[in-house]
C-alpha cells in the first residue's frame, strides 16, 4: 500500500492564483482531512470528509473548496491565492472518525507571493 | 471548543535521559492521540488511548480522563528521537481534531 499521497510536495503561487493540491489513499478509509500547519501553531482543520460525497468545513474554511467523488481521493481548491494561505498542508484518512488512528500524507509546502 | 495545551514547548536532553512530554484539555473526550513528525517533516501516529496506558518500545503513553491530563514518556533517549512530539484530542463531532502546538525535542549524544 502506499498509504495516502500528495501532490505536489512543492508549489509557488503568486496572489489570485488558483490550484488543486491532490491527496489519495489506498486503504479504503471512510475519513479525510485537510490541515494546515503555520509555524508556532498547532495543525488546523480546514475541511473534512465522512464519506463519498460528505464533506464539512472545520476550523479554517474561508478560500478552499473540496469535493469527495470517490473514496480515494480527496482534492483541495484554493480558489484565489492569498499569501496568508503560505502553509504546509496535510491530508490525512482514517478508517473511522476521531477515535481511529489517523494516516498523515507527506506534506506539500506552498508560498503564495 | 477543546483546547489543547502542551508543555514544554522545547526540551533537549542528553542521550539516555528519561522524558515526559504532557498534554492537557479542557474537554472530556473519548481518546487522544499523541503523533511525532521529524524533521523531513512527515507525521506519524504514536498512539491513540483512551485510558490507562500504552507502551511501545521506549515510548509509554499514560492518560488520566477524570484529569483530562496525558503524558508521552521516552526512556533511554536517543538522538533518532529528536522530532516534533503533537498530541490531538477530538473536537465535537464528525472528523474533527484538535492539536496542541507541539513540543520541541532535541536528544544530545
Known amino acids: 500500500n502506499a498509504g495516502v499521497t500528495q501532490t505536489p510536495k512543492f508549489q509557488v503561487l503568486k496572489t489570485g492564483q488558483s490550484m488543486t493540491l491532490q491527496c489519495a489513499q489506498d486503504?479504503?478509509?471512510?475519513?479525510m482531512s485537510w490541515y494546515r500547519q503555520d509555524p508556532g501553531m498547532g495543525l488546523r482543520l480546514i475541511h473534512y470528509?465522512?464519506?463519498?460525497?460528505?464533506?464539512d468545513q472545520g476550523e479554517v474554511p474561508n478560500g478552499y473548496n473540496v469535493s469527495r467523488s470517490t473514496t480515494e481521493d480527496f482534492p483541495l481548491r484554493l480558489l484565489s491565492a492569498a499569501p496568508s494561505q503560505t502553509s504546509v498542508y496535510f491530508c490525512?484518512?482514517?478508517?473511522?472518525?476521531?477515535?481511529?488512528?489517523?494516516?498523515f500524507g507527506p506534506g506539500t509546502r506552498l508560498t503564495v507571493t | 471548543k477543546n483546547e489543547v495545551e502542551q508543555s514544554p514547548q522545547n526540551l533537549t536532553a542528553q542521550e539516555g535521559e528519561f522524558i515526559t512530554i504532557n498534554c492537557s484539555y479542557s474537554?472530556?473526550?473519548?481518546?487522544l492521540h499523541w503523533l511525532q513528525q521529524h524533521p523531513g517533516g512527515g507525521i506519524v501516529s504514536l498512539f491513540m488511548?483512551?485510558?490507562g496506558k500504552k507502551k511501545h518500545g521506549r515510548l509509554i503513553a499514560t492518560i488520566n480522563i477524570q484529569e483530562k491530563h496525558s503524558s508521552l514518556h521516552i526512556t533511554a533517549s536517543h538522538p533518532r528521537d529528536s522530532a516534533v512530539y503533537i498530541c490531538?484530542?477530538?473536537?465535537?463531532?464528525?472528523?474533527?481534531?484538535?492539536f496542541g502546538a507541539g513540543t520541541i525535542l532535541r536528544v544530545k549524544s
Open positions: 486503504m479504503n478509509h471512510e475519513y
Open positions: 490525512a484518512s482514517s478508517p473511522g472518525p476521531t477515535s481511529y488512528e489517523q494516516y
Open positions: 470528509s465522512v464519506g463519498a460525497g460528505i464533506t
Open positions: 488511548l483512551s485510558s
Open positions: 474537554v472530556g473526550i473519548s481518546a
Open positions: 490531538a484530542v477530538p473536537n465535537g463531532g464528525g472528523n474533527k481534531l484538535v
